[in-house]
């Protein structure tokens, strides 16, 4: 189980310099804030996660219906609040190796699966009506590993509508199976964002190649991409529209939602949920198999940070609904 988590920020300045070299990337000149919330006990890991807090006014659309949606352990209200809870994916394969990963599809290791199951327990006491997890399989690991930790013990089903076929051959006929049941949605705009030729490399051989300067430049600007593959926001292009897209009208229309995705297309969400710059974005970096949590509610984003675990009493401040659902949680199990 980790550890505590201290909820004050740690700030502190750092300036950062562009390399002015001149490449086809041009040249960039700079100053970097960084701000990390948080350290977890057991990993002695930094949570960065840039303090801003923002609104964002959703674009008001009608969600569209799951065939396992009905009767979750609440009544959807245009103007009830909702959590939302954020996750990248527990360390992979590739992750230990030190390589740029992007699109290539690989599992977790071991101390992902590990990841996986502690941020579950991080997250067992939140309502979850439905799962988006992008269409790799490390987010997807990630996603199910959690959710077998909830106390709600509902069962994650992947949705099939990539064809009528698989849509209709997936079908479930029990209204009380459907009731035990979360859809999970999976969406490619939510892959991580594409690393073009970098993808495989080492990082490190690729830092000494290139230099660290070049290297920050590829993975944490907002507008310079690494060869041949997506910028940050190139990826916002997809995964920040997705989210604005399909995820928001479920919040607005009162469902509590997971996303499990990736280091940058979450960095894509949290820059338009947090209102962050360019500038601010570059320093937001996400640690592996960490939940964060926001709470939705009168179309603004609440950021409240990442709950601690199942045996914190701080669950019951979040929201009003979020006790209620704890409670529940609690007598169900007395
Ligand atoms: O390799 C990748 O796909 C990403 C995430 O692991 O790396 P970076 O830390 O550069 O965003």
Same mark, same amino acid.
């Given at each position: 189980?980790?550890?505590?988590?201290?909820?004050?920020?740690?700030?502190?300045?750092?300036?950062?310099?562009?390399? =002015?070299?001149?490449?086809?990337?041009? /040249?960039?000149?700079?100053?970097?804030?960084?701000?990390?919330?948080?350290?977890?006990?057991?990993?002695?890991?930094?949570?960065?996660?840039?303090?801003?807090?923002?609104?964002?006014?959703?674009?008001?659309?009608?969600?569209? @219906?799951?065939?396992?949606?009905?009767?979750?352990?609440?009544?959807?209200? /245009?103007?009830?609040?909702?959590?939302?809870?954020?996750?990248?994916?527990?360390?992979?394969?590739?992750?230990?190796?030190?390589?740029?990963?992007? +699109?290539?599809?690989?599992?977790?290791?071991?101390?992902?699966?590990?990841?996986?199951?502690?941020?579950? /327990?991080?997250?067992?006491?939140?309502?979850?009506?439905?799962?988006?997890?992008?269409?790799?399989?490390?987010?997807?690991?990630?996603?199910?590993?959690?959710?077998?930790?909830?106390?709600?013990?509902?069962?994650?089903?992947?949705?099939?509508?990539?064809?009528?076929?698989?849509?209709?051959?997936? @079908?479930?006929?029990?209204?009380?199976?459907?009731? @035990?049941?979360?859809?999970?949605?999976?969406?490619?705009?939510?892959?991580?964002?594409?690393?073009?030729? !970098?993808?495989? !490399?080492?990082?490190?051989?690729?830092?000494?190649?290139?230099?660290?300067?070049?290297?920050?430049?590829?993975?944490?600007?907002?507008?310079?991409?690494? %060869?041949?593959?997506?910028?940050?926001?190139? +990826?916002?292009?997809?995964?920040?529209?997705?989210?604005?897209? @399909?995820?928001?009208?479920?919040?607005? =229309?009162?469902?509590?939602?997971?996303?499990?995705?990736?280091?940058?297309?979450?960095?894509?969400?949290?820059?338009? !949920?947090?209102?962050?710059?360019?500038?601010?974005?570059?320093? !937001?970096?996400?640690?592996?198999?960490?939940?964060?949590?926001?709470?939705? /509610?009168?179309?603004?984003?609440?950021?409240?940070?990442? %709950?601690?675990? %199942?045996?914190?009493?701080?669950?019951?401040?979040?929201?009003?609904?979020? =006790?209620?659902?704890?409670?529940?949680?609690?007598?169900?199990?007395?």
């Amino acid at each position: 189980m980790a550890g505590a988590i201290s909820h004050h920020a740690l700030a502190s300045t750092q300036s950062y310099r562009w390399s =002015a070299q001149s490449s086809r990337f041009g /040249k960039r000149t700079g100053n970097v804030r960084w701000v990390h919330e948080g350290s977890r006990c057991s990993g002695g890991r930094k949570l960065g996660f840039v303090c801003t807090s923002g609104s964002q006014q959703p674009s008001v659309v009608e969600p569209f @219906q799951l065939p396992s949606d009905g009767n979750s352990d609440h009544t959807p209200k /245009k103007s009830s609040e909702s959590a939302l809870i954020l996750i990248r994916h527990g360390e992979s394969l590739w992750n230990e190796k030190n390589l740029f990963t992007g +699109c290539v599809d690989v599992p977790l290791t071991p101390k992902g699966v590990e990841e996986a199951i502690e941020a579950g /327990k991080r997250i067992c006491n939140i309502p979850i009506d439905m799962i988006y997890t992008s269409s790799l399989i490390r987010a997807q690991m990630t996603a199910m590993l959690a959710m077998m930790q909830h106390r709600r013990k509902k069962i994650p089903i992947i949705m099939h509508n990539e064809s009528e076929q698989a849509h209709r051959w997936s @079908q479930i006929y029990s209204e009380e199976t459907k009731k @035990q049941s979360i859809p999970v949605i999976t969406a490619w705009q939510l892959n991580e964002r594409m690393y073009g030729e !970098l993808q495989g !490399l080492n990082k490190q051989e690729t830092a000494d190649r290139f230099g660290n300067e070049q290297v920050h430049e590829w993975r944490r600007s907002y507008d310079i991409p690494p %060869p041949n593959g997506e910028s940050l926001e190139m +990826c916002a292009e997809r995964a920040a529209a997705y989210f604005k897209e @399909q995820i928001v009208p479920q919040l607005v =229309a009162g469902k509590h939602v997971m996303v499990a995705a990736h280091g940058n297309s979450l960095r894509s969400i949290i820059m338009h !949920l947090d209102k962050l710059t360019s500038q601010e974005v570059i320093s !937001l970096e996400l640690s592996t198999g960490i939940p964060m949590l926001y709470i939705f /509610k009168e179309g603004k984003f609440i950021r409240r940070g990442s %709950p601690v675990g %199942p045996s914190e009493a701080s669950v019951y401040a979040y929201t009003r609904t979020l =006790a209620k659902y704890r409670q529940k949680l609690d007598s169900m199990v007395s």
